[in-house]
Every structure is written in structure tokens, then in C-alpha cells.
């Protein structure tokens, strides 16, 4: 049931990947790392479908989560990816190439390869009040340099870097969200006496906000890469220090587990840099034209209820 409810998570932030991308695509410029960037968002009606649906991923990573560990959960996030090249091949026309196919299958078998040679287990620990604080105290202090260097240098720079403090929020806010299913498990009334539940509001909001701007300020292939490589490294290392999570590491399996993340992060870099994947999240012109034209194309055809899809030179 972890695996499917993750699964299920994943999914989900591949369809408010798509939806985030046609509220923000067309934002100026003078909006990075603004709160106006937030308000413009809100002012498109796709941007609040796309935030239902990532509620909706939310709950699902949540209940995923408390039956499972971080070193399970995480990693098979990085399918958002998969899910994403399959909706814009079946729900857009877009053409699946090559690059895609090596990608998707990279991707999978890396993820399989590591779940299997890891064997995640323990995870039961239940962390003391300083555990957290140096937990938090660390990811707070990585995320902000990711953050200052994100401030200068090129569009790929500062989107990796968006991207990598992102991250790195997300893999903290889902342990606290892996706490926090634990008390509502009980008494949900109870979430609201402890200091967990307002840390998980407050460093969601943070990442989600950093997401954005690692969307708006450069190529997905800088920050889709960052995001989906950094969460689940940073979601192994909390998940062995704070709950005691237990992988394999003895003789063989430690090589193994390396070789199968090596392997994901390959398959997600590569999906990273197709051209379908970046006219989701990219900002270059072309990649702009290409998801907005073939949005509107499906709009159109639904007013009109026929189903043609006008071709794009490259799709």
C-alpha cells in the first residue's frame, strides 16, 4: 500500500507540474523571489486547479508516510517524471521519443534496483526535541546558501540552485508531515498542540515558494533535475538520522545501492533535458509557445468538440 499511495503521490505532482507551469509561464520577469509572483499565480484559475490536486498529492505522500519510511517514500517521488512524460504523450499529443524511453526506463530500474539492494527498514525511532533542532538547524542552513548562490550567475545556476533549497525544504517538511500523520492518526484534534504541525505549514509554504521561483528563473533541466535528485538524498540522510532508518550497506549492497541511485539520477537528468519535458517547466521561448499553444489547442477543441491538435515543429 506505501508503494501504490506513492505512486499515487507522484502522479498527482506530475499533473500540478503541468498546471503550475501555465499559471507562471507568462509572469514578468521582476517577479522572482517575490510574494507578487504568488499573487499572479492565484490570479489564474489553472494555478488553484493545479493546488487541489497538489493538496490532493499531499494527503496521499502523507498516509504513505506514516505506514512507510522517508527512505521508502521519497525516492519514489522521482516517478513524477515517468508521469509526466506519459500525460504529455497521451493527454497532449506530444511525441515520445528515444530520449524518453531511455529516461523513463533509467529511471525505473534505478529505483527499483535501490529499493530492492537497500531493503529499507527500522524507521520506528520517535526523535527527541535537540535531534530536530539539529536536523532543521542543518537543512535550514544548506537551503540558504543554495538560496544566496542562487541570488547571481546564469539562468541554469540560479534554477539549480532554486531548486537544490526547494528540495531540501521538501524532504524537511515530509519529516515533519511523517510525524504529524502519526498524531492525527490517533486524535486528529491533537495536531494542533504540537509545534510540528505549524513547522510542516510554515516550511511547506517556504518550499513550495522557492519551487516556484526554481520554475521561473531558468531551464527545467536545471531545476527539475535538482529537485527530483536532491529530495530523495536529503530524505535518506534525515530518514537514518532522525527516525533510524536501516539500509543495507554490508558487502555488496552498499556498491549496489549507489550504482541503482546513480542510475535514477542519470534516467532523471536525461528526462530532464528533453524538449517534452521543457515546455512544462522551461522558460526558453520556444519550450513557452510549445506548452501554451498546445493547451490552448485542447481548450479549443473541447469548445468545439472536435479533437485537433495543430502540429509544433519538434513535437
Keep these: 500500500?506505501?508503494?501504490?499511495?506513492?505512486?499515487?503521490?507522484?502522479?498527482?505532482?506530475?499533473?500540478?507540474?503541468?498546471?503550475?507551469?501555465?499559471?507562471?509561464?507568462?509572469?514578468?520577469?521582476?517577479?522572482?523571489?517575490?510574494?507578487?509572483?504568488?499573487?499572479?499565480?492565484?490570479?489564474?484559475?489553472?494555478?488553484?486547479?493545479?493546488?487541489?490536486?497538489?493538496?490532493?498529492?499531499?494527503?496521499?505522500?502523507?498516509?504513505?508516510?506514516?505506514?512507510?519510511?522517508?527512505?521508502?517514500?521519497?525516492?519514489?517521488?522521482?516517478?513524477?517524471?515517468?508521469?509526466?512524460?506519459?500525460?504529455?504523450?497521451?493527454?497532449?499529443?506530444?511525441r515520445i521519443g528515444w530520449r524518453e524511453w531511455i529516461g523513463t526506463a533509467a529511471v525505473a530500474g534505478g529505483l527499483a534496483g535501490f529499493l530492492i539492494f537497500a531493503s529499507p527498514g527500522g524507521g520506528n525511532v520517535v526523535p527527541t526535541t535537540s535531534e530536530w533542532l539539529e536536523v532543521g538547524l542543518a537543512c535550514l542552513f544548506f537551503a540558504t546558501v543554495a538560496v544566496l548562490l542562487a541570488l547571481r550567475g546564469s539562468r541554469w545556476r540560479r534554477a539549480a540552485m532554486f531548486g537544490s533549497a526547494s528540495a531540501i525544504g521538501f524532504a524537511f517538511t515530509a519529516s515533519l508531515t511523517k510525524v504529524v500523520s502519526t498524531y492525527a492518526a490517533h486524535d486528529w484534534v491533537s495536531i494542533f498542540r504540537h509545534w510540528e504541525t505549524y513547522a510542516l505549514a510554515g516550511c511547506g509554504a517556504l518550499s513550495l515558494f522557492l519551487a516556484q521561483n526554481a520554475f521561473h528563473a531558468g531551464p527545467i533541466a536545471a531545476s527539475q533535475s535538482t529537485l527530483v535528485m536532491v529530495d530523495p538524498l536529503a530524505s535518506i540522510l534525515i530518514g537514518v538520522s532522525l527516525f533510524g532508518d536501516q539500509l543495507r550497506t554490508s558487502g555488496a549492497w552498499g556498491p549496489l545501492e549507489a550504482i541503482s541511485l546513480l542510475v535514477l539520477f542519470a534516467g532523471a537528468f536525461f528526462l530532464c533535458r528533453s524538449p517534452l519535458v521543457r515546455g512544462v517547466k522551461g522558460v526558453e521561448r520556444d519550450d513557452e509557445e510549445l506548452l501554451s499553444l498546445r493547451w490552448r489547442a485542447h481548450r479549443a477543441a473541447q469548445d468545439t468538440g472536435t479533437a485537433v491538435i495543430p502540429p509544433i515543429a519538434g513535437g
Design 1 to 94: 500500500m506505501v508503494y501504490i499511495l506513492a505512486l499515487g503521490a507522484a502522479f498527482a505532482n506530475a499533473l500540478t507540474s503541468i498546471f503550475q507551469r501555465m499559471a507562471v509561464e507568462d509572469a514578468p520577469a521582476r517577479t522572482t523571489l517575490r510574494l507578487s509572483l504568488i499573487t499572479y499565480a492565484l490570479r489564474r484559475g489553472v494555478w488553484i486547479a493545479g493546488f487541489f490536486v497538489m493538496i490532493l498529492a499531499f494527503i496521499m505522500q502523507a498516509i504513505a508516510l506514516h505506514f512507510g519510511r522517508l527512505t521508502q517514500v521519497q525516492p519514489i517521488l522521482t516517478t513524477e517524471l515517468l508521469f509526466l512524460v506519459f500525460l504529455l504523450g497521451s493527454s497532449f499529443g506530444f
